[in-house]
């Protein structure tokens, strides 16, 4: 592959989510960058489309990922001052459910291990408070204040600009088709020709099946379809935070309030308007990376109304646009694939983000950067390490 530089010291494969924040954050500490990828990335084939993301800190999925989301915080605001788009919107998030669900109990234990502010709220409160919901006595939420959403195409666009211009040289329609190692450094096979360089970073999303060339890791790709409403007065921000529903015995959903990406964006969730998303986080939608995720059918659209007719009837009756399809690669204990590879420390991977990575990226991206530039990092990853899946018990 002819490059405009001398030999890179890190080629990035993978310019989605995290790729782009890694890119940026190596460039940016003076590391000559070669990132490449099959398409042009913000695009609809990989887990980034969709116009939103929710970020939070009262973490159900752990206590561990509170420290890193912190800390993603921080660099969202840097990235968007330098980048001069407003990324992150704050609108306040509420986990709704039964009070021993998982994610009211969850994110309760994790504010109160972490000392983040929150409030729990009854039903009749929440119905007085919040009036695009409906929750059913005995039912509760958690309130946390600083939660909010991100832009995703934005922030992936403005990561890579960012790249670019700290020095990064990146090659979009660049399919990468196998890596090894070698006596020294890493060889990367894309489209018929060879790059090498010091160090490989893979974030390879839907792919990571073929890309990570670790035997034993049990990634599997499922489907999610993102449906979206024209706004109406109970889903202004302010009157209506970001949410996620646990109901007993039926799926959980989310969404986001009235939320428009920057105008400026081609291909950024479903319209230029302000619009309400809600989807289902959980639920088997079986996927293949090279086929895209599959489009909804009528089924999908009713299922969705009728879960929100009871518990956000307003926004059942509310103008319907359309549903986007987008892709979750999941891990089978939910958490990321995060570190250096098992076999080869000269390969940072990050994958398997299992529907609820965006909000860490560019914490993940400075991960990735220290680990190719050192290493190691002083995040604590431990509860994602790339080998967990086929280390061997010890003791008795
Ligand atoms: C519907 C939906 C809703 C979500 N909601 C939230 C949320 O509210 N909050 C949250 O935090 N997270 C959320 N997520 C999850 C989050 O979006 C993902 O975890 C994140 O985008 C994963 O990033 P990634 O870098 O692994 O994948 P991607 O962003 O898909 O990037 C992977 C990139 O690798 C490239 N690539 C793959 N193979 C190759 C190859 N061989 N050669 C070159 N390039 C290659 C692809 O083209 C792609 O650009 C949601 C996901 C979905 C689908």
Redesign the pocket.
Known sequence: MELTGSRPEVVV???????AAAAYHLASRGVRVLG????T?P?A????A?G????RQAYAEGRAYVPLVQRAYELWRQLGDLAGVELMTQTGGLMLGAPDSVHVAGALASAQAHGLEHELLEAKTIRARFPAFTPEDGEIGLYERAAGI?R?EAA?SAHLRLAERSGAELRYG????AWEATHDGVTVR?DGDTVTADKLVV??????A??LRMTGVPVTLES???HYWLPSDPFAIGRCPAWIWEPDGDQVG?GVPAFAPPNDLQGAGPGVGAVVKA?FHTGERPADAELGAPSATPDDLNTMTAWLRSRLPALADSSYIESKP????MTPDGDFILGLHPEVPTVAV??G?????????PVIGEILADLAQTGHTLHNIEQFAPGRFTAKATGP
């Open positions: 494969v993978g310019l989605g989510t995290m790729g490449l990828d099959r398409f990335p695009h084939r990989g887990e980034h969709g939103s993301r929710i970020i991100i995703p992936i660049a399919a990468v088709t894309v974030c390879p999303g839907p792919w990571a073929d890309l999610r379809l993102q989310y989807a987008c892709l979750y690669t990050a994958a983000f299992s529907g609820h990575g965006f909000k860490f990226a």
